[in-house]
């Protein structure tokens, strides 16, 4: 079986090889100057675009498609073996022990996964009521954990104003404070902002001396760092979770390692269909084995298929390859941008202090971020994300300075709150697999014509109430929109005045 880490031998797989295997990464936009180009696609951080060769993996198994829970003819025996494939290359992707480790495939990402684990975490460990946040986290890995009796964040280390990675001097100090009270820390591994990664297994080792368990959101961690359940010396992980559509595999399952020890004993949340081994009148026995007990219904095989296939790719290359890659990216990434007039990048830039990899944030002075990621989409067809990414504490914090020392002067309070909504928020470039220096260079070219030629670009845009930048001239939509009905119509051969008669 292939590890995380394999693929570094001289016959091994290279990133050049698969890079341009990308579904979509080769797609043409026209813009509002009237020409075609094809896209810069810097928006991997909320969604990458679709692996091809998985995509195809995914469409050859549908040739035996099947439910599993069976053996009774061939399509069923290959899907469950299929789903028990794709298990095994989650636990070889992170480096867990099947032993010791559970694989649970649960709805479209890591949101479904962390109410599942909450809910579980508080039912399993009552006595202990206190949850510990990281403040850098995505909504879906906080919101859920604030149903405990109390939840407290955990600071980030702040230099001269730039933020990085969580505080362990603030975490060992609630530890201490709270003591057996601490249910778990939960903690993104790479933030969705900043791409800042997080020192997770010394945030473990801290959890484990009180005897609290470890959560940690991977969405944005697993695409762009070697992950190892546990290190030599250090203290193994409890719960790693990532998102099929954020490795490469749109349309797959989120996923969860769990520590069997945390589900042994553990009712289940949904009831019904594959989850039993015996049903009564007044009574049903739960299924042995803990991945049937935990998948109630028919679970999306092909999804798990798809993304069992991303993760196999990826330890062929070698995630060590991958690191590097990343790395240099970033780097390049911060110089290029750093010299773009007016830009403020957001998050620690110390790449010793604060590594980062996959994602950077910035704003324009005196430009808001609407209107920079529309100029960007409309005349340079490059794909970037604005507003606070599902991180609004986050982003709050690092606008606070540019929001206080905001100019009103003669606005009312109406006309404030709007300024400050259009200001309340970041641009986000994000990376993938796919991401090239010369996507990095494109970025800051375009932002450098930006900034130096703002008015000229506002002048053509008008402001939605929502405060999105609309084109008075040009109808992206229009221009460029997927239309299912069109496409369909195509397919199939048959007008849709045919289908409705």
């Not at 949101?111 to 403040?135: F, G, H, K, M, Y």
């Not at 201490?176 to 820390?185: A, D, F, I, Q, T």
């Not at 010793?352 to 324009?364: D, K, M, Q």
């Not at 084109?471 to 289908?499: C, D, S, V, Y």
């Amino acid at each position: 079986m292939p590890t995380n880490d394999a693929g570094q031998g001289p016959s091994a797989a290279t990133i050049a090889a698969i890079r341009d295997q990308f579904l979509g990464l080769h797609t043409h936009y026209r813009l509002a100057d009237g020409r075609q180009v094809q896209q810069v696609y810097l928006d991997s951080a909320a969604s990458a675009l679709m692996f091809a060769p998985a995509f195809e993996l995914r469409r050859r198994f549908l040739g035996h498609y099947a439910n599993v829970h069976s053996s009774s003819h061939n399509p069923a025996r290959i899907a469950t073996a299929a789903l028990a494939w794709a298990r095994e290359q989650v636990l070889a992707f992170v480096g867990a022990d099947p032993a010791e480790y559970e694989v649970l495939f649960f709805g479209a990402g890591v949101t479904a996964l962390s109410n599942r684990l909450a809910r579980l975490l508080r039912q399993s460990r009552p006595e202990r009521d206190v949850v510990l946040i990281s403040a850098m986290e995505h909504h879906s890995n906080d919101l859920p954990h604030r149903e405990s009796t109390r939840f407290l964040h955990v600071d980030l280390e702040c230099e001269d104003g730039r933020h990085g990675t969580v505080s362990l001097a603030h975490l060992e100090r609630l530890l201490e404070e709270h003591g057996e009270r601490v249910n778990y820390v939960t903690v993104t591994g790479v933030s969705n902002v900043t791409g800042i990664i997080n020192p997770i297994h010394r945030i473990a080792e801290l959890a484990h001396r009180h005897g609290a368990c470890v959560v940690v959101d991977g969405a944005q961690m697993a695409a762009h760092v070697p992950v190892g359940m546990s290190q030599p010396g250090g203290r193994a992980l409890d719960v790693f979770m990532f998102s099929g559509h954020k490795i490469y595999a749109p349309g797959s399952p989120g996923v969860a390692v769990v520590s069997k020890r945390l589900l042994d004993g553990a009712a289940p949340v949904e009831l019904g269909g594959g989850m039993v081994s015996h049903v009564y009148p007044d009574d049903y026995e739960v299924a042995p084995a803990l991945a049937d007990r935990e998948h109630a219904g028919t679970p999306d095989v092909s999804g798990a298929v798809a993304l069992g296939g991303v993760l196999n790719a990826l330890m062929r290359v070698g995630m060590a390859r991958v690191f590097d890659k990343e790395r240099d990216l970033m780097a390049h990434a911060l110089k290029v941008l750093g010299d773009v007039p007016t830009i403020a990048l957001y998050g620690d830039t110390d790449q010793v202090a604060a590594p980062r990899v996959g994602s950077i944030a910035f704003n324009l002075e005196g430009i808001d971020h609407g209107l920079v990621a529309a100029v960007l989409s409309d005349y340079f067809a490059i794909a970037v994300r604005n507003e606070c990414f599902c991180a609004h504490m986050y982003v709050r914090e690092m606008l606070l300075d540019s929001l206080w020392n905001l100019d009103a002067g003669d606005l009312s309070d109406e006309e404030l709150e709007q300024s400050v909504r259009l200001k309340r928020g970041m641009v986000r470039a994000s990376f993938g697999l796919y991401t090239r220096r010369a996507d990095i260079d494109r970025l800051a070219q375009a932002l450098t014509d930006l900034a130096t030629n703002a008015a000229h670009y506002r002048a053509r845009y008008t402001v939605a109430p929502d405060g999105t930048y609309v084109h008075k001239a040009f109808m992206a939509a229009q221009e460029n929109g997927f239309a299912p009905e069109r496409e369909l119509t195509q397919l199939l051969g048959i007008a849709p005045a045919a289908l409705a008669a």
